[in-house]
């Protein structure tokens, strides 16, 4: 390692996929700007496991709070982790939410649809123009194999539709043009962009539901059938993180166990 590791922001990074890709961040050798909203006592665990999991003294962990879902957050985010980590190599747009309530598509409401797309599209869309605005300012050079690199993880929701989560699939379905918009405009400038595509992953969000994908997953909507981890999401991530596409942009990796498979 150098002396000075590559930063990667992942927002939602408190717990569940999030601290998946820091816990596996950490391992490849990387520093970690931990972004998470209100749960302090799980970002900063998210913090500790990563420290047992460094590589390097030069890797650096720190949590930091912003609700990527507003401009002042979005703001507050880029400018600590430059702050107190003094760069940033890579992007993770990680965060995102479901509606507080599941209803039919006939009875969503502005409120939730509103509530949903601020923290699922207008955060990771904004927030990659403030960081990508950064590095075309060409005040830094990335540590990073083959360069600096955007990371959108969206969700087998962008061409699954679950009526009584519109909001949800909309916005995923929304994140994956996001990615291919900043893939192209980004190509030239040598910066790579990869949509990230879990299917079910055995999360905190999912619990609820378990009752209800656990026959699914062993009747083989899922072709593997298994629950996919955190992990799984972290390990693709890495690999992008890695350099190990190097001739690949606008892409999207499945993590869901073969679920977008179409069968007879």
């Excluded at 400038?189 to 997953?217: H, N, W």
Aim: with cysteine; aromatic share 6%.
């Amino acid at each position: 390692m150098s002396q000075s590791a590559p930063v990667i922001v992942v927002t939602g990074a408190s717990r569940g996929i999030g601290r998946g890709i820091s816990l596996l961040a950490a391992e490849h050798g990387f520093s970690v700007a931990i972004n998470y909203l209100r749960d302090s006592g799980a970002a900063e665990e998210t913090v500790d496991l990563c420290n047992r999991n460094k590589k390097d003294e030069a890797q650096t962990f720190l949590a930091i709070p912003a609700d990527v879902s507003t401009p002042d957050g979005r703001s507050a985010l880029v400018d600590e982790t430059l702050s107190k980590l003094s760069r940033i190599d890579a992007l993770v747009n990680n965060a995102g939410r479901g509606p507080k309530v599941r209803m039919d598509i006939t009875n969503m409401t502005t409120e939730s649809y509103s509530d949903v797309m601020r923290v699922n599209l207008d955060g990771p869309l904004f927030l990659t123009q403030s960081v990508v605005n950064y590095w075309l300012s060409g005040k830094v050079k990335s540590l990073l194999p083959g360069g600096f690199k955007v990371l959108f993880i969206s969700s087998v929701s962008a061409y699954t539709a679950s009526i009584d989560r519109g909001e949800y699939c909309i916005s995923k379905a929304g994140l994956s043009m996001v990615s291919k918009l900043w893939a192209v405009r980004l190509a030239d400038a040598g910066i790579q962009v990869f949509e990230i595509r879990p299917g079910i992953i055995e999360t905190e969000m999912t619990k609820g539901v378990k009752g209800k994908y656990d026959p699914l997953i062993s009747g083989g909507v899922v072709p593997q059938k298994r629950w996919g981890k955190p992990e799984d999401v972290g390990l693709a991530v890495c690999s992008v993180l890695s350099g190990h596409f190097p001739f690949s942009t606008g892409e999207v990796v499945n993590v869901d166990g073969g679920f977008h498979l179409q069968r007879l």
